[in-house]
T-cell receptor, first 115, second 117 residues
Framework: DTEVTQTPKHLVMGMTNKKSLKCEQH?????MYWYKQKAKKPPELMFV???????INESVPSRFSPECPNSSLLNLHLHALQPEDSALYLC??????????????FGPGTRLLVL | AQSVTQLDSQVPVFEEAPVELRCNYS??????LFWYVQYPNQGLQLLLK??????LVKGINGFEAEFNKSQTSFHLRKPSVHISDTAEYFC???????????????FGKGTHLIIQP
């Protein structure tokens, strides 16, 4: 089973709202990621968690706050977003550990619209 | 650091014709290479990957790719496309020496495959 699930599928929020995106995998993977994808562009890395510790934060604004409650779950908390943050947010996971990144599996994404 | 270049932003092909999507990589160390497909309004699906061994890699949906170290390429091919192959295709690369996942996955800019009836 190579499934990564994400909820919600769609989200509309105002600039003053607080919302959270959720991601779950049951493949025993120890690395999890958040990517942001704008239309007709490749995914851009936002955050990496490795063994439940934040290992990469790609200069993402503080209005995005990641959280990894356990090895299967990854959240992205959203607060005071801007309209330009509207995008597809993709979660991914990989095995983790040494020896290079041998495969990364993506969820279906959350389509976010900020009004 | 590793990077990939997808020179073709868009490739139109007639149905049942063969197709090749080009990907070139840049790296000073040994690499792993990947092709992902993204259908409209969906996430990315792993089509195939090269880790080691045979340079010809077969993936899902009838796609295959060939790793060419001398030309630093990893082109994706399908002998006969179907209308359902219309999608965005991304090439990606990682270093075999990195901590697994520590650096994320650098993607190319993508190639939009358009299948014409």
């Amino acid at each position: 089973d190579t499934e990564v699930t994400q909820t919600p599928k769609h989200l509309v929020m105002g600039m003053t709202n607080k919302k959270s995106l959720k991601c779950e995998q049951h493949m025993g993977h120890r690395a999890m990621y958040w990517y942001k994808q704008k239309a007709k562009k490749p995914p851009e890395l936002m955050f990496v968690y490795s063994y439940e510790k934040l290992s990469i934060n790609e200069s993402v604004p503080s209005r995005f706050s990641p959280e990894c409650p356990n090895s299967s779950l990854l959240n992205l908390h959203l607060h005071a977003l801007q309209p330009e943050d509207s995008a597809l947010y993709l979660c991914a996971s990989s095995q983790g550990g040494a020896g290079g990144l041998k495969a990364q599996y993506f969820g279906p994404g959350t389509r976010l619209l900020v009004l | 650091a590793q990077s990939v270049t997808q020179l073709d932003s868009q490739v139109p092909v007639f149905e049942e014709a063969p197709v090749e999507l080009r990907c070139n990589y840049s790296s000073s160390v040994s690499v792993y290479l990947f092709w992902y497909v993204q259908y409209p309004n969906q996430g990315l699906q792993l089509l195939l990957k090269y880790l080691s061994g045979s340079t010809l890699v077969k993936g899902i949906n009838g796609f295959e790719a060939e790793f060419n170290k001398s030309q630093t390429s990893f082109h994706l091919r399908k002998p006969s496309v179907h209308i359902s192959d219309t999608a965005e295709y991304f090439c990606a690369v990682s270093s075999s020496h990195s901590g697994g996942g520590a650096d994320g996955l650098p993607f190319g800019k993508g190639t939009h495959l358009i299948i014409q009836p």
